[in-house]
Nanobody, 114 residues
Framework: QVQLVELGGGLVQAGGSLRLSCAAS????????MGWYRQAPGKQRLLVAT???????NYADSVKGRFTISRDNDKNTVNLQMNSLKPEDTAVYYC????????WGKGTLVTVSS
């Protein structure tokens, strides 16, 4: 099993920045990719960004150029730096890890006010 705990999130004005962090524990040896998904009210959960253990990244078109994902394999953490935030970025953000199974954190709310 893998446990994921998210830190960060909160309320920010449009144009501002936030940083999310996720710490993994448990059977971390099984983890390959990690990343972030988000779910806005009434909508489905969508990919934000992922990063492999080798550092290859993938971003949703809506966040390219504004968000940066990074990973510290020694600390078993994945971070999401979010800049130039927009009201449409408002959502619950979930940390994700791909291993023997797919693992999810409990989520952290990001609210961007206009």
């Amino acid at each position: 099993q893998v446990q994921l705990v998210e830190l960060g999130g909160g309320l920010v004005q449009a144009g501002g920045s936030l940083r999310l962090s996720c710490a993994a524990s448990g059977s971390i040896f099984s983890i390959s990719a990690m990343g972030w998904y988000r779910q806005a009210p009434g909508k489905q959960r969508l990919l934000v960004a992922t990063i492999t253990s080798g550092g290859s990244t993938n971003y949703a078109d809506s966040v390219k150029g504004r968000f940066t994902i990074s990973r510290d394999n020694d600390k078993n953490t994945v971070n999401l730096q979010m800049n130039s935030l927009k009201p449409e970025d408002t959502a619950v953000y979930y940390c994700y890890a791909a291993g023997i199974y797919d693992y999810w954190g409990k989520g952290t709310l990001v609210t961007v006010s206009s």
